[in-house]
């Protein structure tokens, strides 16, 4: 059980260059989320999926498209990067026992866009 | 606006426990109080939630005033590899999507 997977791991892009992150779990889970963190920031919310074939925006959609073929995985994808979308990118999924909803998280992916 | 407040940063001896802050003071009666910890550059780790009653796990303690507007995370024998940023959130079940803050930067200090 490997629990929530990103690949890669590090990223440098050129400013138009484009890019797919990718987040799987095992875990079986329905909703699963991307966020990013910049420097000394919280995590904000970018998109998200509550199921197979769903998605959604979250606080910062911009610039960023998703796709959730498969309930395991969740790919993040940047058609044209920016400067502005160098940051650690987090994906999460979300267990749902009883009524609490419990995230697990990925190990991040660190993308700089030059 | 933010739905909650932390201190920016607390220091705390290591084997005392370490005692975090969180007000909520406009908390809505479904919400649950979530805390979640960043060990640095690592991904969050969830901690522990509660609703109104006093809760503990194997991590930590959550006391929960009675009026549900502030809580305290209480980490009973705080050890260096405690030392993260630590995340007061709060969440209506069913409710996707967590907003997380700045957190309480922790450091256990030796």
């Known amino acids: 059980n490997a629990g929530v997977t990103q690949t890669p791991k590090f990223r440098v892009l050129k400013t138009g260059q484009s890019m797919t992150l990718l987040c799987a779990q095992d875990m079986n889970h329905e909703y699963m989320y991307w966020y990013r963190q910049d420097p000394g920031m919280g995590l904000r919310l970018i998109h998200y999926s509550v199921g197979e074939g769903t998605t959604a925006k979250g606080e910062v959609p911009d610039g960023y498209n998703v796709s959730r073929l498969k309930k395991q995985n969740f790919l993040l994808g940047l058609e044209s990067a920016a400067p502005s979308q160098t940051s650690v990118y987090f994906c999460?999924?979300?267990?749902?026992?009883?009524?609490?909803?419990?995230?697990?998280f990925g190990p991040g992916t660190r993308l700089t866009v030059l | 606006d933010a739905k909650t407040t932390q201190p920016p940063s607390m220091d705390c001896a290591e084997g005392r426990a370490a005692n975090l802050p969180c007000n909520h003071s406009t908390i809505s009666g479904n919400e649950y109080v979530y805390w979640y910890r960043q060990i640095h550059s690592q991904g969050p780790q969830y901690i522990i939630h509660?609703?109104?009653n006093n809760e503990t796990n194997e991590m930590a303690s959550l006391i929960i005033t009675e009026d549900r507007k502030s809580s305290t995370l209480i980490l009973p024998h705080a050890t260096l590899r405690d030392t993260a940023v630590y995340y007061c959130?709060?969440?209506?079940?069913?409710?996707?999507?967590?907003?997380f803050g700045t957190g309480t930067r922790l450091t256990i200090i030796p």
């Open positions: 509660g609703l109104k």
């Open positions: 999460a999924s979300i267990s749902r026992v009883g009524h609490a909803d419990t995230q697990y």
């Open positions: 959130i709060l969440s209506n079940f069913g409710n996707e999507k967590l907003t």
